[in-house]
């Protein structure tokens, strides 16, 4: 029993040093694509904006939300995009990410027109390589949180994309603790997914983007 235990803590132990490793790989990997000030971005054609719930679970704005909805009107009105695919979950009918964003956004005086909807982003990856397979960039910047845009990053370059990321301003962390936690964990089943090709959950009819 003693022997059963040990070999399973070692496990656990392996187990956590290999996820915190590959956290700070990808970091490392990303480092250099990821931009502060639209000034020092290049552009491109089109900006990613990875979809959150606008609301927490008790009411209040998610700042999650609220600051890639700034960064990507900064980016676009700083001319570094020409137009920007908003790409999210959209589950439910009463759930919809990319339409909420639009509407936030075009609120904020982005043209409707330069906005372009993607209902099946219902994870990192499948909005990644969506913007690829189904809206037809190879290069792009996505918008989000750093770690976030990380992960984004890495995904995109692991499928022969050029993607750089604009960063959103960062929530305390007291407010997103457990989102670090979970980032931890998103990254090793990431992995995972790219070892053995997970594709998205769904693909369909191409989408031109102009």
């Given at each position: 029993m003693k022997k059963w235990l040990k070999i399973s803590a070692f496990l656990i132990l392996l187990v956590v040093i290999v996820t915190i490793l590959n956290y700070h790989y990808v970091k490392r990997q990303t480092a250099t694509s990821l931009f502060t000030n639209t000034s020092a971005i290049p552009p491109q054609k089109v900006g990613l904006v990875l979809g959150t719930s606008k609301y927490l679970a008790g009411g209040q704005i998610n700042l999650y939300y609220h600051y890639r909805i700034t960064a990507a009107q900064q980016l676009f009105e700083a001319g570094?995009?020409?137009?920007?695919l908003l790409s999210g979950d959209n589950g439910t009918k009463e759930y919809n990410e990319p339409a909420q964003m639009k509407e936030d956004l075009v609120a904020l005086g982005i043209p409707a027109d330069r906005i372009y909807l993607d209902y099946?982003?219902?994870?990192t990856l499948d909005s990644v390589v969506r913007a690829k397979e189904i809206f037809g960039q190879k290069s792009f910047i996505c918008i989000s949180q750093?770690?976030?845009?990380a992960r984004a990053i890495y995904i995109g370059?692991?499928?022969?994309?050029?993607?750089?990321?604009?960063?959103a301003q960062e929530v305390s962390?007291?407010?997103?603790?457990?989102?670090?936690?979970?980032?931890?964990?998103?990254?090793?089943?990431?992995?995972l997914d790219l070892i053995f090709g997970k594709a998205p959950k769904y693909l369909g009819e191409k989408i031109t983007i102009e």
């Open positions: 570094k995009v020409q137009f920007l099946a982003g219902f994870r750093p770690f976030h845009v370059q692991q499928h022969g994309l050029e993607v750089s990321g604009y960063v962390l007291a407010y997103g603790y457990t989102v670090l936690i979970r980032e931890y964990l998103a990254r090793m089943k990431m992995q």
